[in-house]
């Protein structure tokens, strides 16, 4: 520890994130520090000496915000894992427009690792398929780790930075995708509601409602980086013009919408004609930002939604004024609205923190501007309804049919919202890299096997199989080749086990384990040679490299005479496998008879 200190100098003075043995995730803003390098020409060599005179600074009010800065900024934050059980975590960049990251992990022996992120690059650089920029970090237990994040950005500078376990990632992954899906699927579900109105009554309104929803959808996707991982992912130079070029596109739809909707011509001819030079504005912008820089063209269309916005409400207010009743509803939508782009806007500039509240402000917002919306749109409709009522008594049965209709389309939107849930439910209970069921789906899969074979007299077996040297293939040609190994073993037990109904799972690292109903030990050791034959036959294939797997498999045949529960047939499995082990791997072994 001396020497760390002086190879270091003062700055050890600042605060250490300390990873307890419980801790799954940590949010860095409290210790980390920041240096503003204006000039953008400093490298690593030049941070170290800042750190050593101390030149870094805590993050103002803990808030990682600072708008739209010139140059790069520079992160430091020093940790401690003492979470020996987990050595290897995830740093997660909660923002998603961020052009350049430059990660440099600083160890106490001096040598240095470089990761580069960012919506610079292509998506396929990150560390794991994620809308924000993400790095693997390495963090040997009990020893100091420096991190240094460069970051220089034309967008406005956010820096939320988070650890995460590969679990805990795991966990948020699918509550974000959760909310994500709940959120696009109301979208989906006023899109479809209203595209049915629209085709029923060939109102504009329906038509300029859409078009916003539409583009306001396209906007959210790219703010929140999953425009780049979905639709443009080699496309680093469309991720920066796809934020302004939707922007625009939004505002122009929403300026015509509210033309139609309120009817300005007729209403408000002034007011009509400065929509009018709005939406000319907002198409010379979206031509524009396909030739200004990004850090030009950003600050600009930011500053102009929060004022189209409040046109939007100015405009309302002189309608609802004039007596124009569906006017208050469509005030009150465009005032949620407005308040939620205005807590954007603010984090953007660095004005407000970001929490809950002020990022998904615009998400929020908007999903209650677009139920209201929808509402006052059937309001108007009722107005209009009101003013013939000649036409409404000779089309009411018609309408009432195509309210059904619309009904049911609404109903058959929601049923695919229960269909995406059930889907993600089922991506819980598959291992992320094999594709396989997890340890926890096997174990319940398992208990029903053993239930059903007890029931109805019927042998059932175990195989535990795991690879033999696998750490060397990691070892000798990298994690990226183990993974392919992982992925190809998973393929080839799955196409061997086919023909058996047998239930097969990732039970954990190179390790496998299968359950095969209706076979005894005879049946079961006979499987298990073919299995270990298959594997050593075909050998793995990455690239241009040829390895070949072994395995060695344990056998354990379960008489149903017995009441032992699941994890005593598992241990027998396992010491069946050791056994292999013992013998010179790449063999089958099987367990002795279970205990009456």
Request: some cysteine.
């Amino acid at each position: 520890m001396s020497l760390w200190l002086l190879v270091t100098g003062p700055a050890q003075a600042q605060s250490t994130l300390q990873l307890d043995r419980d801790a799954t995730q940590q949010s860095l803003a409290q210790y980390t520090r920041y240096y503003h390098d204006v000039s953008a020409t400093a490298d690593l060599d030049t941070a170290l000496q800042w750190q050593k005179h101390d030149r870094f600074a805590p993050l103002p009010a803990g808030r990682n915000e600072f708008g739209f800065q010139p140059g790069a900024f520079w992160f430091h934050t020093r940790i401690i894992n003492h979470n020996d059980a987990e050595p290897r975590w995830l740093l997660v960049q909660n923002f998603a427009l961020s052009d350049r990251i430059d990660l440099y992990i600083r160890y106490p022996d001096g040598h240095v690792v470089h990761q580069t992120g960012g919506d610079s690059l292509p998506f396929r650089t990150r560390s794991v398929p994620y809308r924000h920029p993400n790095f693997w970090l390495d963090l040997p237990a009990a020893h100091p780790v420096d991190v240094f994040m460069r970051v220089h950005s034309q967008n406005s500078m956010q820096v939320p930075l988070t650890l995460y376990t590969p679990i805990a990632f795991a966990e948020m992954l699918r509550d974000a995708q959760l909310g994500i899906g709940l959120y696009y699927g109301i979208l989906v579900a006023l899109f479809f509601y209203n595209l049915a109105l629209w085709l029923i009554l060939r109102d504009a309104s329906y038509a300029w409602y859409l078009f916003h929803l539409s583009a306001f959808g396209l906007v959210l996707f790219t703010l929140n980086g999953l425009g780049f991982q979905y639709l443009w992912p080699d496309l680093p130079w469309l991720a920066d013009k796809s934020v302004p070029l939707s922007i625009c596109l939004s505002q122009i739809g929403v300026q015509q919408f509210t033309r139609v909707f309120l009817g300005l011509r007729e209403r408000w001819p002034m007011g009509d004609r400065t929509s009018l030079a709005l939406i000319v504005f907002f198409i010379l912008l979206a031509l524009a930002s396909a030739a200004l820089p990004y850090r030009v063209i950003s600050p600009v269309t930011t500053t102009s939604v929060l004022l189209s916005v409040a046109w939007i409400v100015a405009v309302s207010i002189v309608v609802l004024r004039r007596g124009y009743a569906p006017a208050r509803l469509f005030l009150l939508a465009w005032a949620m609205f407005l308040l939620g782009t205005a807590m954007f806007a603010a984090i953007a500039f660095g004005v407000l923190p970001k929490n809950f509240f002020t990022e998904y402000g615009v998400q929020i917002g908007s999903a209650l501007e677009m139920l209201l919306l929808s509402v006052a749109l059937g309001q108007r409709y009722a107005a209009l309804r009101s003013e013939n009522d000649r036409i409404v008594r000779e089309s009411r049965d018609l309408l009432e049919h195509k309210v059904e209709q619309r009904t049911a389309e609404l109903r058959s939107a929601l049923g695919q919202l229960e269909d995406a849930h059930a889907r993600l439910r089922e991506s819980s209970q598959r291992d992320g890299l094999t594709g396989l069921h997890n340890r926890s789906y096997f174990r319940d899969g398992f208990e029903t096997l053993l239930r059903q074979a007890r029931e109805h007299g019927r042998p059932l077996s175990l195989l535990m199989i795991d690879l033999d040297n696998f750490k060397q293939i990691n070892d000798r040609h990298g994690h990226l080749i183990g993974d392919d190994c992982l992925r190809w073993t998973a393929r080839t037990l799955g196409q061997a086990l086919r023909a058996h109904e047998a239930l097969l799972a990732r039970f954990g690292g190179e390790e496998f384990v299968v359950a095969l109903p209706g076979l005894d030990m005879k049946a079961a050791t006979r499987v298990a040679e073919d299995l270990r034959q298959h594997l050593r036959d075909l050998p793995c294939r990455s690239g241009e490299l040829s390895i070949v797997i072994t395995a060695s498999i344990g056998v354990h045949a379960i008489t149903t005479v017995t009441r032992s529960g699941i994890d005593p047939l598992l241990q027998l499995a396992d010491q069946a496998l050791y056994r292999a082990k013992a013998d010179g791997r790449d063999c089958v072994r099987t367990s002795e008879a279970e205990p009456a």
